[in-house]
């Protein structure tokens, strides 16, 4: 009797077993189902729809090859195919971003980054544009004979100190664009500052790039960003000039939904141009478009808007309230190289602004590095600390209560003020630096939190 208790206990025990063993396996299968994509047929890439990128760059790759076919006619012809092409690219990618479009940080709409589209490489532009930079020399030609002379070759040798995860990459590639939205929309900034020239009209190292717009318009609404303009010194830019520039971007680009405005304390929508290098026009030439009573007066008509002048010097503030400007931005990334970068200096600032009904809009940014390209420049680098440099500088901007914050920059790669994803990399002599011990995108994350930072101090102050 004693074993026949002893054996059914046993079978007991083992039948309960048992039981919590197959409830356990079906447990791991069941929650595998739910990781498993739900469209994922027989040999699709398991768990492909943990990894939108991935997902959207498979999407992407046959337009992105029929560009680059293309891309072998004319120049005229890949011009004018452009926005096509990335209409089509776009189409194509809708689904996946609209999945994608739950899992980013909504973009914060004071939160205003630089980008740049001058870069070029052989597919798309028959020849590398920027990646080739001039090594620039010295003003001093005693001091230019200890520095080494020529231009970069790309695509192993660059004009930046760090190395994009992209590569030497073309502007106008759709691909390249999409994947700057995404990354400019996963780090919670909202506006776009583009760096514009007029049609026809570039930097000394680049090629226009006004053809480019509406793409980056369509890209940006895309990902519910939004795009104002960063107007560049072009050559006899004065009053007139800058009355029909600002004419032709309302006219030609004003319409379209990613365009930004800005909506001020009375209630007004506005456009918003920054313009850099304004100092170098007399504030009597400004006062002519952007006073009431100024000669080329923009103000009180169709094309009227914020207009935002550099800040660099001190007396500058002087200038741009004489000018008529709305406001400053300071741009430089340099902590200390100039009055208006030099963090200590926006409090004054600030109460300068809000004395004079002026926007302060301090620029933050990651580091400054620009010796591949001003070798002769070390001493005003700035170290990025692993991210900690980029904090104290939004730390910064956030005790003086600014309005709008204004990052430098997206990608000005030859400056080292990049937050773009970047990779380490090693070609014969050249070592670039890194992001490490973090990811490529450390910077992107570092904008989202204190992007998100902003806003709930924001509300803190309106209350």
């Known amino acids: 009797i004693l074993n026949y208790d002893i054996m059914a206990r046993f079978r007991r025990r083992t039948c309960i077993i048992l039981l919590l063993f197959i409830l356990f396996i079906c447990s791991i299968m069941m ?36 560009f680059l076919n293309r891309a072998q006619g004319d120049t005229v012809t890949r011009v004018s195919n452009l926005h096509s092409i990335a209409v089509n690219t776009m189409k194509a990618s809708m689904s996946p971003v609209k999945k994608l479009e739950e899992e980013l940080s909504s973009p914060n709409y004071n939160f205003h980054i630089f ?21 620039l020399p010295h003003w001093d030609p005693k001091i230019a004979n200890n520095y080494p002379k020529g231009r970069h ?12 995860e992209l590569g030497s990459y073309s502007s106008k590639d759709p691909t390249v664009i999409e994947a700057h939205m995404k990354q400019m929309r996963s780090a919670s900034t909202g506006v776009i500052v583009l760096s514009w020239y007029p049609p026809g009209m570039a930097d000394e190292n680049g090629e226009p790039t006004d053809d480019m717009v509406p793409v980056v318009l369509d890209y940006a609404h895309k990902y519910n960003l939004k795009v104002t303009f960063h107007i560049e010194p072009y050559k006899d830019r004065d009053d007139r000039s800058m009355y029909h520039n600002v004419k032709y971007i309302v006219d030609k680009y004003g319409s379209h939904p990613a365009f930004y405005r800005h909506k001020t ?36 008509t169709p094309y009227d808007a914020l207009f935002i002048a ?20 300071t741009y430089f990334a340099t902590n200390g190289f100039s009055y208006g970068s030099s963090h200590h200096n926006w409090a004054s600032l600030k109460a300068f602004c809000d004395s004079n009904n002026l926007m302060f809009i301090p620029s933050v940014g990651p580091g400054y590095i620009d010796t591949s390209i001003r070798p002769w420049n070390n001493h005003n680098t700035r170290n990025r600390v692993n ?24 990608n000005e790669w030859h ?32 904008t989202q939190k204190w992007s998100e930072k902003y806003r709930k101090e924001q509300e803190q102050w309106l209350m």
């Open 31 to 66: 929650a595998l189902k739910t990781l498993r994509p739900d469209r994922a047929g027989f040999g699709d890439p398991f768990g492909l729809g943990l990894l939108p990128e991935l997902q959207q760059r498979t999407v992407l790759l046959d337009s992105k090859q029929n």
């Open 115 to 135: 980008y740049y589209t001058w870069y070029g490489n052989p597919q798309f532009d028959g020849k590398y544009i920027h990646w080739n930079h001039p090594l």
């Open 153 to 164: 070759n790309p695509p192993e040798d660059i004009g930046a100190n760090f190395y994009p």
């Open 265 to 300: 304390s009375t209630g007004r929508l506005l456009p918003m141009f920054y313009v850099y290098d304004s100092y170098v026009t007399i504030p009597e030439i400004w006062a002519n478009l952007l006073t009431v009573s100024g000669s080329q007066s923009i103000r009180n």
């Open 310 to 329: 550099l800040l660099v010097e001190e007396r500058h503030k002087h200038d741009i309230h004489r000018s008529g400007f709305d406001g400053m931005y």
């Open 387 to 410: 991210g900690k440099y980029y904090e104290t500088a939004f730390s910064a901007a956030l005790l003086v209560r600014p309005e709008i914050i204004s990052i430098t920059s997206f």
């Open 415 to 446: 400056e080292g003020t990049q937050i773009e994803k970047a990779v380490p990399k090693r070609t014969g002599q050249v070592v670039y630096l890194d992001y490490k011990p973090h990811k490529p995108n450390v910077y992107l994350e570092l």
